[in-house]
């Protein structure tokens, strides 16, 4: 399945159903009075979270989603029936724009959730509700209003806890199938990633966190070299990322030290906000190398300012992959535990200010 995380849909609600003109007419029953129902309201759009869908690929063949129109009201009070809402689902991470005005509409996020982005038309009235002392004969009704009609903009960001970087045959997709059950290609080409991948690293019965691989960024990304850029998206809901360096051909010509320089560049050009995320610098092809080159590398991103965590695996063999990921699922599990505390601190400090005003 082609991977697609934009598209443009419109979206029309129904309109509502029209007040009915009737009068009661029975035999031996003069002046019946009035008997005009209401119409019934018009169904509205809806987009709810399906965390079974992973693309946006569907709305490419399909992108107007009409909503069913309201019944008119009959006579002998009889209401029309009101449509059904018109449910259009969409992956987890969906954020809605009004594509007229760029206005943010909602962020989806969490399954089953649902957003209105359309509103259906209210009913018309009968001539029955009109009646009164000194009009028992109305013959005013009111039509159904009409549905709302939008420009959709949807635009998906994956949710992962974890997001792998590098030039391309860094090693990302090899890491992602060592730890997870995701099955990217894997090819000694550059590029072989296309799309996004996301993987499931399982620890043990409720040890678990998400990891996301996009394609490899290259030089000149920012200015839409590669593919890339156009994926980097997906890693501005991610709470770490990890640089993953090939070292197996640590010499003048393929300096590490450029490489990680290079990823950083492109970062900072496309959001600086993703540049300053934590980073850990992952040294991978350990299983060609030995561990003189790997200190050789470490000394000198250390020379050059990192300051942050640097791990060595063999993404293909294995080798210290499983401590990388116990790593990061307790750096995840303390930033829960301190976001957790600053909630508590936030209620603590609401209530005590809602106290001093009483």
């Not at 954020?95 to 206005?103: F, I, K, N, R, S």
């Not at 590669?226 to 393929?254: A, M, N, Q, V, Y």
């Not at 092809?285 to 300012?305: F, N, Q, S, T």
Request: aromatic residues 6%.
């Amino acid at each position: 399945m082609k991977f697609v995380d934009e598209a443009l849909i419109t979206v029309q609600a129904g309109n509502g159903g029209d007040g009915c003109l009737s009068f009661r007419r029975e035999k031996f029953i003069p002046r019946g009075g009035p008997d005009g129902g209401d119409g019934g309201d018009g169904g509205s759009v809806y987009l709810e979270v399906d965390s079974g869908l992973n693309t946006l690929v569907d709305f490419r063949f399909k992108r107007l989603f009409r909503a069913a129109h309201g019944q008119a009201g009959q006579g002998t009070d009889r209401i029309g029936k009101s449509a059904e809402d018109l449910i259009i689902r969409v992956p987890e991470g969906t954020l809605v724009y009004d594509a007229d005005t760029e206005e943010l509409i909602g962020d989806l996020i969490g399954h089953g959730t649902r957003l209105v982005v359309a509103k259906g038309g209210f009913h018309g009235l009968g001539n029955a509700r009109f009646k009164s002392s000194v009009n028992r004969a109305p013959r005013r009704t009111t039509p159904g209003m009409p549905g709302e009609e939008r420009n959709l903009r949807l635009e998906l960001k994956l949710l992962a806890d974890v997001g792998l970087l590098g030039l391309p045959n860094a090693g990302k997709s090899t890491l992602i199938r060592a730890v997870s059950a995701a099955r990217p290609k894997v090819a000694d080409y550059p590029f072989t990633t296309l799309i996004p991948n996301l993987g499931v690293v399982r620890l043990g019965l409720e040890q678990s966190f998400v990891i996301a691989d996009i394609p490899g960024i290259i030089e000149g990304a920012a200015e839409g070299a590669g593919l890339g850029l156009r994926f980097l998206k997906h890693l501005e809901r991610t709470r770490l990322l990890l640089h993953l360096l090939d070292i197996s051909g640590f010499d003048p010509e393929r300096d590490p030290l450029v490489d990680f320089e290079t990823i950083s560049a492109e970062l900072e050009a496309f959001d600086e906000d993703l540049a300053t995320r934590p980073r850990w610098v992952v040294l991978n092809k350990m299983d060609v190398v030995d561990d003189a080159i790997a200190d050789e590398c470490e000394a000198r991103l250390r020379e050059h300012g990192w300051d942050g965590p640097v791990h060595r695996v063999s993404a293909a063999t294995g080798l210290g992959c499983d401590e990388l990921m116990w790593a990061i699922f307790h750096w995840l599990t303390a930033q829960n535990d301190e976001d957790h505390d600053f909630d508590d601190q936030h209620e603590e400090d609401d209530e005590h200010d809602a106290g001093a005003d009483d």
